[in-house]
């Protein structure tokens, strides 16, 4: 059954952190790259951060130099630091596989709130 689930948002101020989980179930996602994507009101789903099976990653240059992501394959966990928030990183956070072409569905997402 493939499955993704987002943890880790939250409120915070800028200039904060905070460090998103996504645990992943199903073979569809064993070996692909991921990626961590953002949603703000109003706007499309946008990719934040990739990260292949091997490690190699990219970022959007919105966010590089302040978020890294990770992945622990033996744990099918896929993981965003971000630090230096600002208020322009609020959005609904989702992890999927990258590129992605329509499959599979998209999690619940967890909110991130940039506030002071």
């Known amino acids: 059954q493939v499955q993704l689930v987002e943890s880790g948002g939250g409120l915070v101020q800028p200039g904060g952190s905070l460090r998103l989980s996504c645990a992943h179930s199903?073979?569809?996602?064993?070996?692909?790259?991921m990626g961590w994507y953002r949603q703000a009101p109003g706007k499309q789903r946008e990719l934040v951060a990739s990260?292949?099976?091997?490690?190699?990653?990219n970022y959007a240059d919105s966010v590089k130099g302040r978020f890294t992501i990770s992945r622990d394959n033996a744990k099918n966990t896929v993981y965003l630091q971000m630090n230096s928030l600002k208020p322009e990183d609020t959005a609904v956070y989702y992890c999927?596989?990258?590129?992605?072409?329509?499959?599979?569905?998209w999690g619940q997402g967890t909110q991130v709130t940039v506030s002071s």
């Open positions: 990260i292949t099976f091997g490690g190699s990653t």
């Open positions: 999927n596989v990258f590129p992605w072409n329509g499959r599979p569905s």
């Open positions: 199903g073979s569809i996602f064993r070996f692909n790259a």
